[in-house]
């Protein structure tokens, strides 16, 4: 069976600068994979050549066996990917419940959404309590619930999280990752990029080391964590 | 925010709020105290033309961030195209006075030159801004200068160079008594037209869901993409009422003057680009506010005897706001970038 979502020897450019060099990766059914790398080794290109906000010069992206490379970012959404990006970007101005709105913008508004609003409040109480808050005035932590809760509300089949824990209190990444545990649980699969490699190892079942544009490394989590030239590069042990 | 200062928060916001439409009401008190009912429904007219000017130049910079030069030529155009339907097509020549075709007359012509014109723009976009999507900043910039000169030389070519008649189809005589002042109907209908149109914007933009890719795609569009907001479809119905709106108000500015030149954008085009400036560049409101406030400027000037000046003095507070208040009296669109 094809994985859910698949690339192979993909290349990305920004103008003149090759970022991503050939990037393999795959990520199955109702699976978390992590992607870890330093700054500027291409985790967020990564993601957002998934997404289609880059295009990917050659290479082959398909999610279900399904080339989605040639896609626009708003079909891509429609087909099943949902992605959560650096820096949260939620829409200041908007109120929480605007923004998960804006997340359920390709389904019909009935009861099916209804039904996820309720999800995304459960998963994320804090939420509910701001719902007619503008959300360019919660803290770092409530704007990355927000985020994912956002990304959650079009039903993803593979859900992209650009770095989570950026900026968090520990206690709250601890949280924010026992609730990517729990939306996995529920059946989405999970392509998470992190630079907190300790906690993305803890979380994943297998993971990819990402080198300037390359995979340099791949592995189930247990062994990456066990692994020397891992845990000198990127555990600080 | 700290959640003890909520209370005060609401307070404050409250004040806030009210802080506007108290000064423009003072404004507006103010402006017909100082200039008599006449002059003062001069300013509210030609403020409405601009405003309608201005909400173009405002969406699409919003949207793009592009300060579309060729905006206030997509203007002019609609007054040509306006006396060509009028004339033309409709074989007017001078005022209706028989009121069920008069107002039957004026609504072909809205709807067509509204039409007509929301297709131009979007045209535009698709031809001229849309390839350069990448692009640097300033190559769309240039190009909307090229746009601009196109426009020009068309309406040139087949208009010619100098300043034509446009036929006044609501007669000029018919006005109301107000407060023994006579206010021709005209004006008042220039002036519910384009509140009415304004109006019909904003309940656009903050309840359909069009109107909503429309604000988060101007937010940030990488993030509205990944809503599945079809960004250039949402960029291209920017283009189309901008540019409609624009038409409309090719039409009005027909209908009120009597007449229209090729060269009208440049003019009228930078004034209503000031008023979209002064109201906050990307909030609609804000652009209907600075369109008035550019009119009141202007005809408090030549009320004064200073009416040459009114152009300078115009543009001299362009650049006052450019320099202390570069958001404009509404906006916060630059600040929200951070």
Known sequence: ?237 | MVTSSATTGTAQRLAAGLRLPIGIVAFLALSLAVLGIDQFVNALTLGAIYALVALGYTMVYGIIELINFAHGDVFMVGSFIALFISSSLLGNDGSITDLPLLAGSVLILFALTIGIMALVGALIERLAYRPLRRAPKLAPLITAIGVSFILQNIIQFFFGPTIVSVPQLVPIEWSIQVAGARVPLLNLFVIATSVLLMFALQLFISRTRTGRAMRTTSMDRDASSLMGVDINRTIMITFLIGSGLAGAAGVVHGLYYGNTTFSLGFQSGLKAFTAAVLGGIGNTAGAALGGFLIAFVEVGASAFGYGRWGGAIVFSLLVIFLVFRPTGLLGSHTGDRA
């Open chain 1, 1 to 237: 069976m094809a994985p859910l979502l698949e690339l192979k020897d993909v290349h990305t450019y920004y103008g003149a600068v090759h970022a991503l060099r050939g990037v393999s990766l795959t990520v199955d059914e109702g699976e978390i994979v992590t992607l870890i790398g330093s700054n500027g080794a291409g985790k967020t290109t990564t993601l957002r050549t998934i997404s289609g906000l880059e295009r990917a010069r050659s290479g082959s992206i398909k999610l279900k066996g399904k080339s989605i490379q040639a896609a626009e970012p708003h079909e891509i959404v429609r087909l099943g990917i949902g992605h959560s990006p650096e820096g949260r970007r939620v829409f200041a101005r908007m109120s929480v419940r605007e923004n998960l709105e804006m997340g359920a913008f390709l389904r019909k508004s009935g009861p099916d959404v209804q039904k996820d609003f309720k999800k995304v409040f459960e998963l994320f109480p804090r939420l509910k309590e701001r719902e007619n808050q503008a959300a360019g005035t919660m803290s770092g932590g409530e704007q990355q619930m927000l985020a994912i809760g956002r990304a959650l509300m079009a039903q993803p089949k593979v859900l992209l999280l650009d770095e989570p824990s950026m900026g968090l209190a520990p206690i709250l990444v601890e949280q924010i990752f026992d609730i990517i545990r729990e939306i996995n649980s529920r059946g989405t699969a999970v392509l998470l990029v992190e630079q907190n490699a300790m906690m993305a190892l803890g979380l994943a079942k297998r993971g990819y080391i990402l080198q300037i544009g390359e995979v340099t490394l791949e592995d189930s989590c247990s062994k990456l964590a066990k692994n020397p030239k891992v845990r000198e590069a990127y555990l600080g042990v």
